[in-house]
């Protein structure tokens, strides 16, 4: 039977040297108080020191939950490895996990997220590794930097390129965990776990597993604690078995500076009038253009940026439930929530565990994913897991490499350069101040997605901007359509920092996604 404690009298149970696997999402499912607990105490008693902590994706956000940075102290973090990290605005402090990763004070791999729970899975099974081909030809591969964040974590591989069954694929190693930190809503005097005001369950189970079975503890935060045999078994996400130790912390937030919502958890459904429409910007001229990629029917995966608000565009157009959508954390269907609360959903249809939703995606199961890109290059690869001028405003590829390595269809969308002054006048884009940073460069500063592994598998993409359209087609980059009233040259091609070829059969963008009143958009 589970023992509830204190946060602090659970903190006291981690050893110098442990393995943590740390079940979140930003403020998504962060056991915050356990975290905390654990800083400090570090800094009354100067242990645990030497930790590695596995994160598939990031703990703690810039908003109220400080997640990873609680633990972010030289002598007590000697390794991280993570799916994704703590992002923010460029102006405001790096986050101390950042700090660290930058000052080579601990060891740091950006592993893509997916992977990460099949290391966990595969430490829980005492399986020999796991052999994929996500990652290969971008910044996963060790032909390229292999995860590694620093020197730190150059000089310790992490990732093998072998040969097996007459082909290449990507080694990565078991995870065996000491101690799994996880969270709930509620747990029963047993341990029994369930989730009835959370957004998703995350890898709550894998991690549970994988320390279980290594040997480890598993510590579970909770909001309440309730009578032993008062739950219903079909509710039980995680079951006592696998729990050790329960911490109670009522005031637990839902998500990123979200208290509690309840149609975040299912639990109640909000009417559509309620999701706000953008106003029409260059923004949503981009979101309007990637929609007409969709067909009614499809699975479509979403990532954050301007593509998070296509959901909205198709509200707005009537289209509501023609398309379902996934996304990384877990929920299916829905409508994907925006800003602090991305990674949840409102109105859902079902919430899947993670590990379950990566391996749909790392198989290509699904139809389209809409992903946002910082860099193009000619070849039609794209960054965006790294920005080497403030490192903080990205949080490393997170799902992104598990998504794009057998998607069928992938929209990428974004601004065509950076800081640019724009508007959208009488059904036109114009553009009052061009921009001085180039996203369309002779190479990406880090590989997130190869476009010359795409070409060989044959994946469809596109890439919208506010001003153009461009397909990877087999020769490379090529712009298909232009926004109207541009001038192809002065506006498009002289304002990438690499040639771009022009499609024979030049179109115009569609008039109406620059237009006020809705588009009637088809799918």
Same mark, same amino acid.
């Given at each position: ?26 403020? *998504? ?19 645990? #020191? ?34 994704? +990290? ?15 990763? *930058? ?27 796991? *052999? ?127 208290? +509690? ?13 309620? $999701? ?63 800003? $602090? ?18 391996? +749909? ?50 929209? $990428? ?15 036109? *884009? ?5 921009? #001085? ?25 596109? +890439? ?60």
């Amino acid at each position: 039977m589970a023992k509830v404690m204190t946060a602090n009298e659970a903190a006291g149970l981690v050893r110098d040297g442990a393995v943590l696997a740390v079940n979140s999402s930003s403020g *998504l499912g962060c056991p915050d108080e356990v975290l905390k607990a654990l800083g400090e105490r570090f800094e009354s008693e100067g242990h645990p #020191r030497g930790l590695t902590s596995v994160h598939p994706i990031a703990a703690g956000d810039f908003f109220g939950t400080k997640g990873v940075d609680h633990i972010a102290r030289r002598g007590m973090l000697k390794k991280i490895i993570g799916g994704s +990290y703590p992002s923010g605005p460029s102006s405001a402090e790096p986050p101390l996990i950042w700090q660290m990763i *930058l000052k080579e004070e601990v060891a740091a791999w950006n592993v893509p997220s997916g992977i990460v729970f099949d290391m966990l899975r595969e430490g829980a099974a005492k399986r020999p590794g796991v *052999l994929t081909k996500v990652g290969i030809d971008t910044f996963v591969d060790p032909e390229q930097e292999g995860c590694a964040m620093n020197a730190a974590a150059r000089s310790e591989p992490i990732v093998r390129r072998v040969r097996f069954a007459d082909d290449d694929w990507l080694h990565f190693p078991p995870i065996q965990p000491d101690v799994a930190i996880i969270r709930a809503t509620t747990a029963d005097e047993r341990g029994n776990l369930t989730y009835e005001h959370e957004g998703a369950t995350l890898g709550a189970m894998e991690m549970a597993l994988a320390a279980r079975n290594s040997g480890g503890i598993v510590i579970a935060q909770v909001k309440r604690v309730a009578a032993e045999g008062t739950m219903r078994p079909h509710d039980v996400r995680v079951p006592g078995i696998l729990v050790d130790v329960i911490v109670e912390a009522p005031d637990q937030l839902q998500t990123t500076a979200t208290p +509690y919502d309840p149609a975040i958890s299912g639990e109640l459904f909000r009417p559509l009038h309620t $999701f706000r429409t953008p106003a029409l910007d260059p923004g949503k001229v981009i979101a309007r253009r990637v929609a007409q990629e969709l067909k009614a029917g499809w699975a479509v995966n979403i990532g954050f940026g301007i593509s998070a608000n296509v959901p909205r565009v198709l509200i707005e157009e009537g289209h509501h439930g023609k398309i379902t959508w996934v996304i990384e954390q877990g929920a299916v269907g829905g409508v994907p929530l925006l800003d $602090f609360k991305f990674g949840c959903a409102s109105n859902a249809e079902a919430f899947v565990a993670s590990p379950h939703q990566f391996c +749909y995606f790392q198989a290509g199961g699904f139809d389209c994913s809409l992903l946002s890109f910082l860099e193009i290059d000619g070849e039609g690869s794209v960054n965006v897991s790294r920005l080497a001028a403030t490192p903080h405003r990205t949080a490393g590829a997170g799902g992104f490499v598990d998504i794009t390595a057998r998607a069928r269809k992938i929209v $990428f969308s974004g601004n065509f350069n950076a800081g640019a002054k724009m508007r959208i006048e009488d059904g036109r *884009l114009v553009i009052d101040k061009e921009g #001085r940073i180039a996203k369309i460069v002779p190479k990406v500063d880090q590989v997130s997605f190869s476009g010359r592994r795409a070409r060989v598998q044959g994946q469809d993409v596109t +890439y919208v901007t506010e001003r153009c359209v461009m397909k990877l087609e087999p020769d490379g980059l090529v712009v298909s359509e232009v926004a109207p009233g541009l001038d192809l040259r002065r506006d498009v091609l002289d304002q990438a920092a690499t040639p771009l070829r022009v499609a024979d059969g030049l179109k115009e963008m569609d008039q109406a996604l620059f237009l006020s009143t809705a588009m009637g958009l088809g799918l």
